[in-house]
C-alpha cells in the first residue's frame, strides 16, 4: 500500500469539506486504514495529530475570510463547519487570542495559521536497516506512575521528558514492589484517544498478578498480544531522543508501508534496560500489531 498517497488524498478531501464536521473515522476511511492506525501513519508523515491538523485548517481558513472579506461572520462560520456563531466565536478565540470581529481590526493576517499539507515522497536518512522480530508477549502487569498528556501540538515531546526526569531524579522507581525484572522499565502508551489526541504515558516495571500498587501508584494489566519489536541504533546521549523519534517515524513511514501489519491499537511501549546506562544506548519499541 502506497501510505504517501493514501494520506495526501486525505489532506484533499480535508480541503474539500470543510464546511462539515470531519471525525477520524470517515478521514481514515478515505485513507482505507483503521482509525488508529491512521492517527499514528498521519502523524508520522505530516508532523501532528489528524485531527490537530483539521482543525487548524479549518481556523486558518476562517482566519482568513475574515481578513480579506467582508462576509458575515455567521457565513464564515458555516463555510468551515460550524452551525452557531458563538461556538464558532468561542473556538477561533480559543485558537487566535481574539474574536473574529477584533481579528478584522488587525493590521495583518496572523496567529497559528497553517497551510495545507503537500505530501513527496519520504525519504529516511541516518542508516536505518532495522531488522525487527515478531514475538508473542504474554500478558503482564506493570507498576508504576502515570501521566496525562496529548500529541497535540507536541505536548507529549516536553511533558514526558519532563515526567522521566522527575522520576529518575526522585529516584521513584525504589517504591515499585517486588519487579520481575530489576533492571528494565517500560515508557507505555495507553488509553489512546485519537479524536481529540489524549492518552496516558506510564512508567513503571513488570510485576506479578498478586503484588499490589502502594499508595501514589497504579498497576495496570495488559493481554497477551502479536508486537513486532525494533531496537534502535546506538546513540551517544545527546542524540538519543531524536535517534529513537527517527526510529519510530521509520516504523509508520517505510516498515509499515511495506508489511503485511497495521498497529493494533493497543498499548505500545519502549523497554528501557541496562543498554542505556552506557556512553552509547539503544532500546526495543514494542508496537503491538495486527495483519491487515
Not at 18 to 26: A, W
Not at 147 to 170: H, K, S, V
Not at 225 to 247: M, R
Request: with cysteine; aromatic share 12%.
Amino acid at each position: 500500500m502506497e501510505y504517501t498517497d493514501s494520506v495526501q488524498r486525505t489532506l484533499d478531501y480535508i480541503e474539500e469539506n470543510m464546511d462539515r464536521t470531519l471525525c477520524l473515522e470517515e478521514l481514515a476511511g478515505v485513507a482505507c486504514f483503521s482509525p488508529f492506525h491512521f492517527h499514528r501513519v498521519f502523524q508520522a508523515m505530516v508532523g501532528e495529530p489528524v485531527m490537530d491538523y483539521t482543525r487548524k485548517r479549518r481556523m486558518t481558513r476562517a482566519a482568513e475570510r475574515l481578513f480579506y472579506s467582508h462576509d458575515k461572520v455567521i457565513d464564515i462560520a458555516m463555510e468551515v463547519g460550524f452551525d452557531y456563531q458563538v461556538s464558532f466565536t468561542r473556538a477561533f478565540k480559543r485558537s487566535f487570542g481574539v474574536s473574529p470581529r477584533e481579528y478584522r481590526e488587525l493590521l495583518r493576517p496572523s496567529g497559528p495559521l497553517r497551510g495545507k499539507a503537500y505530501l513527496t515522497q519520504i525519504a529516511i536518512t541516518g542508516g536505518h536497516n532495522m531488522e525487527p522480530k515478531i514475538v508473542k508477549k504474554p500478558a503482564y502487569h506493570v507498576i508504576g506512575y502515570e501521566l496525562d498528556t496529548t500529541d497535540a501540538d507536541g505536548q507529549n515531546n516536553r511533558d514526558i521528558p519532563e515526567f522521566w526526569q522527575q522520576y529518575i531524579q526522585q529516584n521513584l522507581r525504589v517504591n515499585i514492589p517486588a519487579p520481575l525484572h530489576p533492571n528494565e522499565e517500560l515508557g507505555i502508551c495507553t488509553d489512546f484517544c485519537p479524536e481529540t489526541s489524549e492518552f496516558v504515558y506510564l512508567i513503571g516495571m513488570e510485576v506479578d498478578d498478586e503484588t499490589e500498587p502502594p499508595e501514589g501508584l497504579v498497576k495496570r494489566s495488559f493481554p497477551e498480544l502479536d508486537y513486532v519489536v525494533f531496537t534502535t541504533p546506538e546513540a551517544e546521549e545527546d542524540s538519543f531522543p531524536s535517534t529513537i523519534q527517527s526510529t519510530w517515524n521509520y516504523i509508520f513511514t517505510e516498515w509499515f508501508p511495506k508489511s503485511e501489519y497495521e498497529h493494533s491499537g493497543d498499548a505500545d511501549f519502549e523497554l528501557y534496560d541496562e543498554r542505556c546506562h552506557g556512553t552509547r544506548k539503544k532500546i526495543d519499541i514494542y508496537i503491538p500489531v495486527k495483519k491487515r
